[in-house]
């Protein structure tokens, strides 16, 4: 299928796009945007700002693929880059037919600004890591992939606990691998997302588009590759993608949280394609890593961080993640009060003292794995970007869970569920508290199921 002209191709595409959703969605979104360019591997996509950009990726990136894929018949890379439009061309003008002329602008200065990788967050980079003895070789290693691409350690396979920065490692790689050269296909995804591609391209009978789009990667790169297990058809698609790639010089990076020979019901011919390269692990963090991850985290939400005030707070907990919700908590108390962080502050917030919790200082992933046991799902469901109608439900109760009741913040909350935007948790909790406030039969049952997931919560704090 022949590639239409960028303008009329998205005109085409908003076109159908703005009869599929709401106005408010489309007007705020999709209003302006502007494809920039397209071609077999990528399709690069301009929006105002790099909010905008992250919605975008968090709820309409299948949405986007679908509609590029329909109309030139190629499953693209999608780049996407921010671009403030122009004031006063077309800004009281609505519909698709006037999309392009609000952002129309010499190329030279669009080029110039700053490209997103789909599905990897810009701010995971190699400069943004810190490095001790417990990830120096997974380290080294990814580095080292990045510089040999498709030659060194091949596949490259990561594995270690929740929260030892896995997830940080591979989307480095992503993106270091992208600043090098953005026409390189590049995918990143979760084994979930994987199994749901396969999944819904048995469903259509479109398995064609689905190997086309995996198999030509230059760089494929899938987290959690665990959950995998017991899924033949997803393990027969993956094999045999996997053996192309290789083949092809192609780049093949996987996650777990443990090493293939331990991943139960994982094919043997798997486990031995995995194996295949290099098998490194990454250990909790130790005391001096978890003191730098924190001084990182400080300078990139601008506050300042005594260093003997990190050091209290490394000694909190070994997972690096729970290590950045306790610190998102300091800084919101230190906020409030107006104070800088210091030893007392970071003292008074670690006994209880600076923070309403009725829920007995539960940590955040006490919920989330609370929720998840209750409605029995994965945490990895629950963070994805999914929209199941089940998992939205949810999904925002933890997120109403997580604001009323551990009085946590809508930018920690977001942290929490996978990096979401601040606003997407403002109307999770205040889709749940609508419901709570009526009386109709179809809300009874969001009441009841927070009732009884406290009541489990209260449990675990001895009540």
Not at 139 to 150: M, P, R, Y
Not at 164 to 181: C, R
Not at 422 to 431: A, E, S
């Amino acid at each position: 299928m022949a590639i239409k002209d960028p303008d009329t191709l998205w005109k085409t595409i908003l076109g159908e796009i703005e009869t599929e959703i709401s106005k408010p969605n489309f007007l705020t979104l999709f209003r302006h945007t502007m494809l920039l360019s397209i071609s077999d591997k990528t399709a690069t996509i301009a929006a105002p700002s790099a909010m905008i950009i992250d919605m975008l990726q968090k709820r309409f990136m299948p949405l986007l693929k679908q509609k590029l894929a329909k109309h030139t018949g190629n499953e693209a890379s999608l780049i996407f880059i921010a671009k403030t439009p122009k004031k006063g061309v077309g800004e009281e003008r609505n519909g698709p037919l006037f999309i392009n002329e609000v952002l129309r602008q010499p190329v030279t200065n669009i080029l110039s600004q700053p490209r997103f990788l789909s599905r990897v967050r810009p701010e995971f980079t190699f400069e943004n890591l810190a490095v001790s003895t417990s990830n120096q070789l997974a380290v080294v290693s990814a580095q080292t992939v990045v510089k040999n691409l498709g030659h060194s350690y091949n596949p490259l396979f990561i594995y270690g606990p929740t929260g030892v920065g896995k997830t940080h490692l591979m989307q480095a790689i992503a993106n270091e691998v992208f600043y090098k050269n953005q026409e390189r296909k590049i995918i990143y995804l979760t084994s979930e997302e994987f199994t749901n591609d396969v999944v819904e391209a048995i469903r259509s009978n479109d398995t064609a588009r689905m190997k086309k789009r995996f198999r030509t990667a230059d760089l494929l790169i899938i987290d959690d590759v665990q959950f995998i297990a017991g899924k033949d058809r997803v393990q027969e698609e993956l094999f045999h993608t996997f053996n192309i790639l290789i083949d092809n010089a192609s780049q093949v990076v996987l996650s777990s949280d443990r090493p293939p020979n331990e991943i139960k019901k994982l094919e043997k011919r798997l486990s031995s394609r995995f194996t295949a390269g290099l098998t490194v692990d990454i250990e909790l963090p130790d005391f001096e890593l978890r003191s730098a991850i924190l001084l990182i985290k400080a300078k990139k939400y601008g506050v300042e961080l005594p260093i003997d005030a990190a050091k209290l707070i490394a000694q909190t907990t070994t997972d690096a993640r729970s290590l950045e919700g306790m610190f998102l908590r300091i800084i919101t108390e230190s906020k409030a009060r107006g104070e800088d962080i210091t030893n007392e502050l970071v003292n008074r917030v670690l006994k209880g003292k600076g923070a309403k919790d009725p829920l007995g200082h539960l940590h955040p992933d006490d919920v989330v794995a609370c929720v998840c046991s209750f409605y029995d799902i994965k945490s990895t469901q629950l963070k994805g970007p999914k929209r199941d109608a089940s998992l939205v439900r949810a999904r925002q109760i933890t997120m109403y869970l997580l604001k009323k009741e551990l009085q946590m913040t809508y930018l920690e909350i977001g942290n929490t569920l996978g990096g979401r935007d601040h606003t997407t948790i403002m109307y999770g909790v205040g889709k749940i508290e609508s419901q709570l406030s009526t009386s109709e039969a179809k809300n009874m049952g969001v009441s009841a199921d927070i009732l009884r997931i406290s009541r489990i919560l209260s449990g675990q704090r001895g009540d």
